[in-house]
């Protein structure tokens, strides 16, 4: 240091750093941060809204609807669909027929939404008492509740991009048709 500065030393030479000062942030830049900062808070709150209407209206309510109004023609749904349901909006249809026919009280519930850019990520809790069959599986008459991560890419106020992982091991154990851990130990 040379007084209260620092300095650096390099081959022999003693140079004295001057600091640099961030440039000022005038009255205009500020309201100019503080308008984009609002505009992005509103598209977030728009696109968490977009994203929570397919599972509180379309499977919550049978709105089907819903699948045509807030999914673009060539979104892409990177989870799995049950075997023999076709991909895309139609797959998505009869996944939700299936669903609410299987589990006449189907609810999911929206615990957490976050939302940046284009993106919204979701945690959801679904619950529902098996009554019919499902994807092959007979009725048990148990109800299971799990949870569920949802990512969605929203472009044009349409769900373009979609990705999910969700507990199908604890949802398939409490509805009887895999042992628990601790049923298995005990055979």
Known sequence: LVGDRPVAISSMRVKVLTPVSPPLLTKERSVEIHRQQMREDIMSDQN??????????????????????????NSVDHGQLPPGMPPGKEGLKLLIKALRSAFPDFKIA?????????????????TGT????????PPSG????????????IKD???????????????????????????????
């Open 48 to 73: 968490k809204a977009l994203a929570a209407r397919i599972p509180l209206e379309a499977f919550n309510q049978g709105k089907l609807e819903v699948i045509d109004e807030v999914i673009a023609d």
């Open 110 to 126: 929206i615990d957490l939404q976050v939302a940046e850019g284009d993106l919204v990520v979701a945690r959801a809790t679904t």
């Open 130 to 137: 098996m009554k019919g069959e499902f994807a092959g599986m």
């Open 142 to 153: 148990k109800t299971a509740t799990w949870e569920a991560i949802h990512i969605t890419r």
């Open 157 to 187: 106020g349409k769900i373009v991009e979609h990705w999910q992982v969700q507990d199908q091991l604890g949802m398939l154990q409490q509805l009887g048709f895999i042992p628990t851990p601790e049923a298995a130990a005990a055979r």
